[in-house]
């Protein structure tokens, strides 16, 4: 035995549903149908003694028997491609919302967009049998793996429910990336912009490739040309990456950059003042997202508004309600100081 093990405070027993029981006077299964959420009716004279009794004792319902006697658990677990991206984040606050409505819990996974993770994490929710299931990182133009594919569909086998953030699940979650995207172009257009440079993801990735095919179609339907596309990630570091190359190949004052995220585009904006460049009036830049860092750089991004925590809450709304109908997501360009217009043209 160690000097730490001297020092450590034994461990108490937790209380059982059997203590629960005993303290409230009542049979086991009355305390089990108080405290593990049964449809039976409770008196309420017994409902407030086991409820007292718990409290008394401090004890907490097992989830997992829980899970094992209703074939569901109190969670619904949400994939994302990366935490650190204020993207997932805000998604992730809309999701929580509605679980707390609901009384549940909210479990994240990290997928990197790696599909063989993906599918790892799906198998090991399947055992944790949440309600629901939603993937919100954006997927390549195929859609899902077939490990992937095989998980989700061994999951619905056994009652729960999948959604996505775009095409691929039993339901999804419709956001208009394209047409916010060619308003966005347009916009940039009518400000006077005709050169643009476009930092996307690699090619197939859904997201991004609607994002570009969008702003493409609106700059040049409005005047402009888009004269070269980048590809990288979602990441800043990519953003960053992306617009250093982009300079040493060559950018012409006037020109606009637009960044498939914000987060990209911010680091679109690094890359301009390491290079002794200034963001605005000589290398302009605009992204997508409006995500709260857009409005605190210097100077402001200008972006597509997307209502990211509604999205989330949407989601949540999915996967719970059985005569769910998706609601309207609009979309709104948020002109900012990043995109004054080309010196000499008023915008």
Sequence with gaps: MT??????????????????????????????????????????????????AAEALGYTPNLSAQSIARGTSPVIALLVADISDPYFGLIASGVARGADERGLIVTIAVTERDPDREARILRALRGQRPQ????????????????????????????????????????????????????????????????AIVLGAAEGVRTSDERLAGFSAGFEGGGGSVERVYRGGFQRESGAESMAAALADGVEPGTLVFG????????????????????????????????????????????????????????????????????????????????????????
Aim: proline share 5%.
């Design 260 to 347: 498939l995220s914000d987060v990209v585009a911010v680091g679109a904006m690094t890359s301009i003042r390491d290079a002794g460049r200034t963001v605005g009036a000589d290398i302009a830049v605009c992204g997508f997202d409006d995500v709260p860092v857009s409005r605190d750089v210097t100077p402001p991004l200008t972006t597509v508004g997307v209502p990211l925590s509604d999205l989330g809450y949407q989601a949540f709304r999915a996967t719970v309600d059985a005569e769910w109908r998706q609601e309207d997501l609009p979309l709104e360009v948020i002109v900012r100081e990043s995109t004054p217009g080309p010196a000499g043209v008023s915008g």
């Design 3 to 52: 000097a730490s093990d001297v020092n450590r405070p034994a461990r108490i027993a937790a209380p059982t549903l059997h203590d629960v029981a005993r303290e409230a006077g009542v049979s086991l299964a009355t305390a089990s149908r108080v405290l593990n959420g049964s449809e039976r009716k409770v008196a309420d004279s017994f409902r407030e003694r086991v409820e007292r």
């Design 132 to 195: 629901g299931i939603i993937l919100a990182a954006s997927r390549t133009g195929g859609g899902l793996d077939d490990a992937a594919s095989a998980e989700l569909s061994a999951f619905a086998a056994l009652g729960g429910r999948t959604v996505t953030l775009g095409p691929g699940g039993e339901r999804s979650i419709a956001l208009d990336n394209r047409g916010g995207a060619e308003r966005l172009g347009r916009a940039m257009a009518t400000k006077g912009y005709r050169r």
